[in-house]
């Protein structure tokens, strides 16, 4: 860490006690997250702290989220956790055509936080580092507009954004069909500029062979070119 980063990391610490709040109890790892999300600006991280503080008690009580609460999203049985890529960030495929959008806005959004949080602890062994990141995978083969859930990827992509900064190390979007393109670029309206460079669209073979480098044959089931099998997000325990 260099003399610029440990001056803008008191700089935020200062700030997140003018707003009333404390950082202790969190890593330096933890707070570069926010500083790297708002620029550097130890102010506005300061304010992205604070709300995603006052988020996470409001909405995570426990520090987690059961399974008992986000049983008819775990029903459909749409997304797996498939270990972690060669560079440690932990794997999430999720099946477009099992969802459908959910008529439970509220078990729906723990639903996201439930999946977020389990992918990041399923990639560390023993206590979270601060800085653990995950790789998405949406698989769209097959879906119609039945499965389509423009609120629901807005949502969980503002989540990302607002209160898992920095976790986000690559999304791939797989399958695509022709009458999706329109949706996506509706959806990139609401994505910071930061995210939308994190988005991989999976169309040629080159794109394909780079993914199967990048994400793993050891992590990525046989369907998509590796050779594991595919893991319910359900059958993975991790400890929070």
């Not at 023993?126 to 507009?145: A, F, H, P, W």
Request: glycine share 6%; hydrophobic share 40%; aromatic share 10%.
């Amino acid at each position: 860490m260099d003399a610029n980063q440990e001056m803008a990391l008191i700089q935020l610490r200062k700030s997140v006690e003018k707003l009333g709040s404390s950082t202790e109890g969190y890593g330096e790892k933890t707070l570069m997250r926010f500083l790297i999300a708002r620029s550097m600006d130890s102010e506005k991280a300061a304010k992205m702290f604070c709300q995603w503080k006052k988020w996470r008690a409001e909405m995570v009580p426990r520090g987690y989220i059961p399974d008992s609460e986000v049983s008819d999203e775990l029903a459909s049985e749409k997304v797996y956790l498939q270990g972690l890529t060669k560079k440690g960030h932990a794997v999430m495929l999720v099946k477009v055509n099992k969802h459908f959008p959910s008529k439970d806005q509220v078990q729906f959004k723990k639903f996201v936080i439930h999946l977020l949080d389990k992918t990041i602890a399923s990639s560390f062994k023993g206590r979270e580092i601060g800085n653990e990141k995950l790789v998405g995978i949406l698989d769209l083969q097959s879906i119609t507009y039945s499965n389509v859930d423009t609120r629901g990827l807005i949502t969980g992509f503002q989540f990302l954004q607002a209160y898992y900064p920095e976790r986000l190390a690559t999304c791939y979007l797989l399958n695509m069909p022709q009458f999706f393109v329109t949706i996506w670029r509706f959806i990139c309206r609401f994505l910071e500029k930061a995210t939308q460079e994190k988005i991989r669209i999976v169309i040629s073979e080159e794109q394909k062979q780079e993914f199967i480098r990048e994400v793993g044959e050891d992590v990525l089931p046989e369907e998509y070119g590796g050779r594991a099998k595919l893991v319910l997000l359900q059958d993975v325990a991790v400890n929070y």
